[in-house]
């Protein structure tokens, strides 16, 4: 039998290299997958331009971040880019209304077949991606500041005397207090409110919506702003959690069609229960666990390899494999989608 | 003069005309009631006075006011209410929120209103929390007139309101229209169960090929042997 | 000036445009230049006529096209390289118990499968099969794949290849790219469109994945260089053979003869230099052509067959067609199949020009994403459009860069030399292009959403 320490050793372990690693980057992907799964039940397409839109409202927080530092102004303990977040979201809702209006406004009037909407905002991706890179260029960009760590593992082990340390870094406490607040007030929004349940509607089915005087205009223009905020700010601690970097937005995208669609696509919790299961499938699959097992296994059974699944190159292939997976058994994801 | 008129209609979806030279008229406290066999244009009809539909010719008036050329969610706003024949409620929404969104356009206090559907469909009362979609088909038909009845209409249109019930929710759903009628609300229904339907009727027409073959009260018509054995089935 | 745009003149037009553009840039930069656009724009048309048949045909949006190039590419090396007999000594057993076992895995899975009812204990028994196998198969992978991997790491650690003449992997190239659609195509191709693009997209970044970390394949992120056993001479060689020699000396011979003795020898020695690389170029040209042209023909042909009508009513009506007892799950898989092995081609073609395979080089903006803009903006659904977008978007990938550039260098003209701005637009500028390319598609789509040349209309019947 492994001792009580072990036991503790091996729990800090892993939930220093599993736990909140996962909750946090779970956390960022709920986010990135709301606003994936609104533009499928509202817009109706799925948003191939959404990894995009997350990039550039993030770059649009850092530039101006930038602004605010040499300004000297500063939020404290707190990073300046949650200071500097409202304006991003403004740029990134001008963005989203200004494709919206002289692109899938044409296609939506015209009840284009879903296809060519994934065509054309293939082709807003591009834009989007050209311009991201133009402004603030390919490479990665640090842009945290204010406090970094709210203990590290050194102080957590002379605080618990425990021989494994556990470092909580604020960006991931800071990730899942903005994502609760983030999903709580979308919730009540589309819960509570007469333009949140007229959204519903109008996704639920459009045609008794307009019967219903509801107007579609208003509801797209709504949603586009909810998603344009939902991606800055998932785009936004993700980058502050990790870095910037216009080439990984991009790839980000996958990993949020897959937590959209796990959840059940057009569903938003869902979509917040889906990020958190990607999340938790890379990170658990790609871990070794030698070290692991080593604390709650008897000497002579301890393992040899790294105990690991996948090596950690497939971080990224995880959720693909899942999103697959699925599709391909359960296509209306957890929670019930919309049906294929 | 009717409150509803919609006079020699004629006009389609782009290709050949559908409705050739069709009227129909209801008043208010009254139901009017359009049948005909498959492909005669009775939704069509309907479609028509929605304002979903090209008219070449012919004109829709709505107490006096010509309507001909508003749109859609105008005419709801001028008091049109609509139930389709199918996907007529917010299947994921529940009952409460579906007759909340049929008052969308209200901007005064609906609770009253709400009441009234509660003490017409007293079922829907106890189910309000659920979700429509989870209701049987008579009952969702039940919401799918509730809802339509939130904007306060009045006229009230209903597509085939008993597509797919059974013939005893059929009748109970026939009872609560009458009592529709009875508030002074204007109805027009197009139905494929002729016989039941101009039982209740104050008026019917039978549409052919897109225009009156047969106009009369519910009760004439049922009287009338050439309708009785061509569209009733004997 | 319309009956010039008619859809019958359209096409000749598009292409003699294309001609005019490529002989601008072989006058105004220079031949060799003009001519490695020309290869590449051949490999392009081919790699679009494939996803042509996809979409274009049956209407299917696969977007793993990154994912089958790569695969023609793994083709060239399989094919090319010299076995490794070292590493197939140390670790060639485990990898062919290893690979029976997957194999065994399989046959299990779909016995098991089809002969359990649906339900959980079906449900167990696969999850029992695939995670005792997972162990076991790994018992064998792992030290097998060490061994291989740890024999001359700085220049081999992989199985190598057969050893062939690089041109037979454009065969298998097509052949495996073909394989893998199958098995992509067999699971996948019930799913909605767009469902059917993100999992192909997933695929392809799973193959992508594969090829990047399995070093016992293609020495993954270390990359394969200096491929061989190549169909075209090589350029050291030409220049000392005496045929080669003569051929330039005598093409030339009126410019050399104005030369005193001693700038003849140099300037001889400047033209063969110049005429070996332009005489290789255009030996991959005359074979890239071959092939597209071969491949043109028989997918006009095949779009004109029964078969052919038969896919355009199943992708304008499925449901009308699958009334009609068309077996539409059927067709697709053998239009995805096909298409797949042509890109798989045209992958192992480019590998073969490149000299070297670089799994990194594989990314979808690339070679996803610009080969659908080739099909959508070049008129999806007819082949000669297919390849006039491969032209045309290459052309484009290639030209805009120093178009930019251009534009940037006139845009900033009257600031500071000395700016900040004027030095970051001018370091910018060639991220312009995705701008073009994602502004030339939302045109396309708007303005001429069938494409430069579009598909004929015509009266068909299933």
């Not at chain 1, 091996?10 to 533009?39: E, K, R």
């Amino acid at each position: 039998m492994p001792e009580f320490v072990d036991i503790l050793n091996a729990i800090v372990l892993f939930s220093n290299f599993v736990l909140v690693p996962a909750i946090s980057y779970g956390a960022q992907l709920a986010l990135g997958a709301l606003g994936v799964t609104l533009v499928y039940s509202i817009l109706r397409f799925s948003n191939f331009a959404h990894g995009d839109l997350m990039a550039f409202g993030t770059m649009s927080v850092i530039l101006i971040t930038w602004g605010f530092q040499s300004m000297g102004i500063s939020f404290g303990p707190l990073p300046t880019a949650l200071l500097a977040l409202p304006f991003g979201i403004l740029c990134a809702i001008g963005l989203s209304l200004m494709f919206d209006k002289t692109v899938y406004k044409f296609y939506r009037v015209k009840k284009s077949a879903p296809v060519i909407f994934v065509i054309v905002s293939t082709g807003v991706m591009f834009m989007t991606n050209a311009i991201v890179r133009f402004i603030i260029g390919p490479s990665d960009q640090r842009f945290m500041d204010g406090t970094k760590f709210i203990f590290r593992p050194r102080e957590f082990k002379e605080f618990t005397g425990l021989s494994e340390g556990l470092a909580l870094k604020s960006t991931q406490v800071l990730t899942l207090t903005v994502a609760i607040i983030a999903v709580a007030a979308l919730f009540y929004f589309l819960q509570k409110t007469r333009t949140g349940k007229a959204m519903r509607a109008f996704s639920d089915n459009e045609d008794l919506a307009l019967l219903s005087g509801i107007n579609p205009d208003r509801v797209v223009l709504i949603t586009w702003i909810i998603v344009a905020a939902l991606a800055t700010t998932a785009g936004t601690l993700y980058g502050l959690d990790k870095s910037f970097k216009p080439f990984t937005y991009f790839m980000l995208l996958l990993p949020m069609f897959a937590a959209a669609i796990v959840g059940g696509i057009g569903s938003p919790i869902g979509a917040v229960v889906g990020g958190f299961v990607i999340a938790f499938s890379e990170v658990i699959v790609t871990y070794a666990y030698k070290k692991f097992f080593i604390y709650l296994m008897p000497e002579s059974l301890e393992p040899s390899g790294l105990m690991q699944f996948l090596s950690t190159d497939y971080k990224f292939a995880v959720s693909f494999i899942i999103l697959v997976v699925v599709l391909l058994m359960r296509p209306t994801g957890i929670f019930k989608g919309q049906s294929i | 003069m009717s409150y509803l008129i919609a006079d020699q209609l004629r006009g389609g979806y782009g290709g050949a005309d559908i409705l050739n030279g069709c009227s129909l008229s209801v008043d208010k406290g009254e139901v009017a009631v359009i049948v005909g066999p498959n492909g005669a244009g009775k939704s069509t009809a309907m479609k028509a006075l929605l304002g979903m539909l090209d008219l070449r010719e012919g004109s829709v008036t709505l107490g006096g006011k010509d309507i001909t050329h508003m749109s859609p969610q105008d005419r709801v706003g001028q008091g049109i209410a609509f139930v389709p024949q199918t996907h007529n409620v917010f299947a994921g929404m529940t009952v409460e929120e579906n007759l909340e969104m049929g008052a969308f356009l209200r901007n005064d206090d609906i609770t009253g209103t709400m009441e009234q559907i509660y003490d017409l469909f007293p079922i829907l009362k106890e189910k309000r929390r659920q979700n429509a979609g989870e209701l049987s088909g008579g009952q969702r038909q039940q919401v799918a007139v509730g809802r339509a009845m939130m904007t306060q209409p009045s006229v009230l249109m209903l597509d085939e309101p008993t597509a797919g019930v059974s013939p005893i929710v059929m009748d109970e759903l026939f009872d609560r229209i009458l009592e529709v009628k009875q508030q002074g609300i204007a109805v027009l229904m197009v139905e494929q169960n002729a016989a039941q339907a101009l039982n209740i009727a104050d008026k019917g027409y039978v549409l052919v090929s897109g225009a009156n073959k047969h106009t009369g009260s519910g009760e004439e018509l049922l009287a009338d042997p050439v309708v009785r054995r061509t569209f009733l089935g004997g | 000036m319309n009956a010039l745009l008619s859809q019958q003149n359209r096409a000749p037009l598009a292409f003699s445009l294309m001609a005019l553009l490529l002989i601008a840039v072989g006058m105004g930069q220079s031949w060799p230049f003009a001519l490695a656009i020309i290869n590449l724009c051949l490999i392009s048309a081919i790699m679009s006529l494939g996803v042509n048949i996809q979409w274009g045909y049956a209407g299917l949006l696969n977007l793993g096209v990154m994912g089958f190039t790569a695969l023609g590419g793994v083709a060239a090396v399989l094919i090319s390289e010299a076995p490794v007999l070292e590493a197939w000594s140390v670790g060639g057993q485990g990898m062919v118990v290893s690979f029976i076992l997957v194999v065994i895995t399989i046959v299990l899975a779909i016995l098991v499968h089809r002969n359990m009812t649906s339900g959980w204990p079906r449900k167990a028994a696969l999850s029992v099969l695939f995670i005792g196998a997972y162990f076991t198969i790994n018992h064998f992978y792992e030290p097998s794949v060490l061994a291989i991997e740890n024999v001359n790491p700085a220049t081999m650690g992989f199985l190598g290849g057969l050893g062939l003449p690089i041109i037979f992997s454009w065969v298998v190239g097509g052949i495996m790219a073909a394989g893998v659609a199958w098995v992509i195509g067999k699971i996948t191709l019930g799913l909605r469109s767009d469902y059917l693009a993100i999992a192909t997209l997933g695929i392809s970044e799973i193959i992508i994945a594969v090829l990047k970390n399995e070093d016992w394949i293609a020495r993954g992120v270390k990359n394969v260089s200096g491929l061989d056993r190549r169909p075209v001479p090589y350029e050291l060689d030409l220049q000392t053979s005496p045929w080669f020699m003569d051929m330039i000396e005598s093409m030339f011979s009126g410019r050399l003869a104005l030369l005193s003795d001693v700038e003849r020898v140099t300037a001889l020695k400047q033209l063969i230099i110049q005429g070996s690389s332009v005489f290789v170029k255009l030996c991959y040209t005359g074979l890239f052509t071959v092939v597209l042209i071969a491949i043109l023909m028989l997918s006009i042909k095949a779009l004109n067959s029964p078969w052919g009508r038969m896919m355009r009513a199943i992708r304008d009506n499925e449901e009308a067609a699958n009334a009609m007892g068309k077996n539409v799950v059927r067709q697709h898989l053998q239009v995805f199949v096909l298409g797949s092995a042509v890109v798989g081609i045209a992958g192992a073609m480019l590998v073969t020009i490149d000299g070297m395979f670089i799994p990194t080089a594989y990314q979808p903006l690339r070679f996803t994403f610009l080969i659908w803009l080739m099909v959508v903006i070049g008129g999806s659904g007819n082949n000669l459009g297919a390849v006039f977008g491969g032209f045309f978007i290459w052309f484009m990938w290639i030209e805009a860069e120093p178009l930019s550039m251009a534009f940037m260098d006139l845009v900033t003209m009257g600031m500071d030399q000395a700016s900040d701005l004027r030095n970051h637009l001018l370091k910018s500028a060639p991220h312009l292009r995705l701008f073009i390319m994602g502004l030339t598609l939302l045109l396309t789509m708007r303005f001429m959403p069938k494409g430069i040349i579009p598909e004929e209309t015509r009266l068909h019947s299933v």
